[in-house]
């Protein structure tokens, strides 16, 4: 009977495994059910008829798929400066809202990526700033923005235009602007930059640079032929990260913007209030193009994500 | 004229002195290795002499100008680093022809120039390839062609063959020894492998702490080191110290430690009553010969020799190299003696050579 | 500095053009060392200053102000520290505060719980993982006005979540079409829930990589002296992961306690005040009640508060960025 005991433990191994096998499935299954869901709802009822977005007991899929929604949101018109709640004939364009997102999201994303990396740069080569430099420059980005945005609004809708109309006598306001709203995403997006940067640029050994000056080569030929090449990949990748956070900021742009000025998110914001969250369909719609994008990009960069929202304390 | 002179240089990082007080004299064409253990100072001494650290205070003079507030790429230095330093975004090409592309020189020269130090260094198959899809051996000559490419007259090498293994690294100190003698150039090679300066170096300076040692021929060090640590980082096995005192016994000095005692030759250099550190390598130690009592404790055999360790009653077992057809097994009992020829009398103290 | 400069194209070498500090243009004044090192660090310090410091300076002097934004700026007078007692001692600030730490405590408690324990199941190599790691990292790249308007629509009477009770609501007799974000501590738990669905995907992230970089031979090691599954767990993973543990909490927490974007999206701060956050709070005493003297003397206390916590996090993320630095290493 020298088999015996052995077996019985092998046994009892292989239903512990198919056991464990069926919880983790089974875990893993409830959970992306759980994130999945909220976004299929979105989707469905971007494609459902007014009539189906409020009926009881709920659809769970679009009875009737219409685009009407789609239709209705990417038309070329200026937007109702009052939305009606019943209004299904109402146009609402989100062009403008877009065209804001894009150009504001863009040219800050790039300036703070410039910026950012030239920083980085010497901070990595240098040890500019001092030892804490890289930690000092964490602080923005954990103080909470409410407690930016009052002291900014302050700021650009008294003291700049004060200050010009002194010294130019004309008054020029910063509140509700592009370069307003840029300029501070540029500076909440810079310790980010700084930081995924660094961990790009600390992986570079410094022996390259010191290659590139024994053979003649002057900094600004070194950087240009062998460090921006190496941390090119690190750029776009931070640019996307840095574009993602941008693109998705709220408080601020609620804050310091509209009328003029409408980023995605205050647009969907204001379809929420304004009607009391009643036009379900276009907003569906709304989220859905907002989202997409992001999510695409964030799939693309999904491994590097880590670096980023772990300020590089983490490495994958 | 590629004469390197440094004078007095130091460098301090904060408050840690890396180098303290450097002189030293580098000939035309000639094959100078700076060795000693991590921390001696002998990489930031070549960083300095490359332009790549300014020195806190000194000079450093190639030919005959100071060039201490001259750039790196500007002084007519070629540097190979430890970790090779290849662009791994260029194709081997583009590397070896980073050096002429930075003075634009013209496309077919280039191509001309390129080829030919490929050539040289028997790599032109790889040209098109990444330096990372190059093994071992293949990267270091085509960072050795990088070098080459733009004639310095001075090559500065950081302990170029530390990234390959035991086998490749005996090979590529023969093909640079031959790359040295060719092009008639100085070296000046920095490394912490003892043999690797042995075996290359037409001079070997020893540092340690920042200071330099000792600056002699491989023999003359391996000879007389100027003190027991260079006595000590030399050769292999280890030489044997003994530490004890020096008597008067009769007419003739006498050397007493632990449980041994030795006649040490007339007109040896320390007085009497004087604490010693007696050096003997282990080719010195003749098993067999003489009359000191031992017993083997461990043997190591090497093919063409054998190591012998064995206790003879003092802090730390003698070792002694012995041809291997002597059959010495452990706990044996063996005497031996000293060979006087192989005398290193170092003070207790300071352990300055004092014979 | 005498520093020679970059030429990349330039033609003739020679001495005159070694000790060429000055004159060599554009690109050799910007190749020198000193110029090189400074100038972004320059740029950006300026532009924190002005963007960052002066705003601050200028809200430390507004918070001494008696002035409403609705009355011109002119007309404002001094009035000492009154705005900070106002903002002590109103009563809704420390609710707010309290329910932010509340929220921010609770959001966070499960998301490391969850991504802890999904971390877990996803640590070792099987099929389909790669599905759904990608799947559940999907939540971080959601915008987040679109998460608060995506549970707003799952939370309504005839939403799903209802339907989805109804045969247990209708057993007792209920009326199915509750209106979960009517009742307080439902839409508490609503914004916690948007929370926890969006951010678990980065403490999930955060331990997946703690996982992963355990040293394997550790744990055969660890296996081969006869230790079992779970003292596996609690004697060698656990404490190898003691940092990430420690910098998933500091990151989480830091975000968390900006929450705000849920509160307007999902709740509008509602019923009575039962979702204002202190973000929400101010921006409501600011932005729709233009009081703007108390708002920017709330600004001052609020970023002195968070000032410790910032600190003490990042104490915190440097410390365990070194121990994992030593371990990694």
Known sequence: MRGAPGARAQASFARRHHLFWWFRHAALVAWSMFIMFPIYWMLATSFKDAGEWVTWPPHWYPYQPTLYNYHQIFAFATMEKELSRQATEQVFSIWGAMGDSMLICTVSSLISLLMGTFLAYSVSRFGVGGKNFRYLILTIRMVPPIVIAIPILMYYAIMIPYTTDALFGTRISLFDSYTGLGLLYTATTLPFVIWMMLSFIDEIPYTLEHAARMMGAGRVYTIRRVVVPLVASGMVVTFLFIFILNWSEFLLALTLTHPNVTTLPVLLNKFQSAVEGRLYGPQAAIGTVITIPVVVLGVVIQKHLIKGFSFGMIRK | MARILLKDLVKQFGRVTAVSGVNLEIHDGEFLIMVGPSGCGKTTTLNMISGLETPTSGEVVIGDQVVNEIEPGERGLGMVFQDLALFPHMTVFENIAFGLRVKSVADEEVRRRVLQAANAMHIAPLLDKRPAQCSGGEAQRVALARTIITNPAVFLMDEPLSSLDAKLRLDMRTELKHLHERLKATFVYVTHDQAEAMTMADRIVVMRGGFIQQVGGPLDIYRRPANQFVAGFFGTPTMNFLQGKVETDGGRLRFRAKSIDFLLPAGAGPGSGREITLGVRAEHVLVGKGAQPGRVTLTEPLGDETLVFFDYGGDAPLVAKVSPELHLSSGEAVTFGLDEAGYHLFDGATGERLN | ?329
Not at chain 3, 55 to 84: C, H, M, V
Not at chain 3, 137 to 146: K, Y
Request: aromatic share 16%.
């Open chain 3, 1 to 329: 500095m005498a520093e020679a400069g970059a030429r990349p194209s330039g033609g003739a070498a020679g001495g005159a053009r070694i000790r060429a500090g000055r004159g060599g243009g554009l690109a050799a004044w910007l190749a020198q060392e000193r110029v090189f090192r400074l100038i972004p660090f320059v740029v950006v310090e300026a532009f924190f200053l002005l963007l960052l410091a002066v705003p601050f300076l200028l809200t430390l002097y507004i918070s001494l102000l008696k002035w409403r934004a609705n009355r011109p700026f002119e007309q404002a007078f001094f009035q000492g520290f009154d705005n900070y007692f106002d903002v002590l001692s109103d009563v809704e600030f420390w609710w707010a505060l309290a329910r932010t730490f509340y929220f921010a405590g609770v959001a966070v408690l499960l998301e490391l719980l969850i991504g802890f324990l999904l971390a877990m199941l996803c640590a070792q190599e099987f099929k389909g993982r790669r599905l759904y790691i990608t799947i559940f990292l999907v939540p971080m790249m959601v915008v987040p006005v679109v998460v608060g308007y995506n549970f707003s629509m799952i939370y309504i009477d005839s939403g799903p979540l209802n339907e989805v009770l109804a045969p247990v609501v209708q057993l007792f007799g209920g009326d199915p079409r509750i209106r979960w974000l009517s009742h307080p501590i439902a839409a508490q738990w609503a914004i916690i829930w948007a929370d926890v669905w969006q951010w678990t995907s980065l403490t999930f992230l955060i331990f997946l990589s703690g996982f992963s970089a355990l040293p394997p031979q550790l744990i055969r090691a660890a296996r081969i002296l006869g230790a079992g599954r779970w003292q596996i767990f609690w004697r060698v993973q656990l404490p190898l992961l003691k940092p990430v543990i420690v910098i998933a909490i500091v990151i989480r927490s830091m975000e968390a306690l900006k929450i705000f974007d849920q509160s307007v999206l999902l709740t509008f701060g509602g019923p009575g005040n039962s979702t204002q956050t202190v973000a929400f709070y101010l921006w409501r005493q600011v932005w729709q009640f233009n009081k703007f003297g108390f708002g920017a003397a709330a600004s001052i206390i609020l970023l002195v508060m968070f000032s410790a916590l910032i600190y003490y996090g990042i104490y915190l993320l440097v410390r365990e960025r070194a121990t994992l630095q030593r371990e990694g290493g």
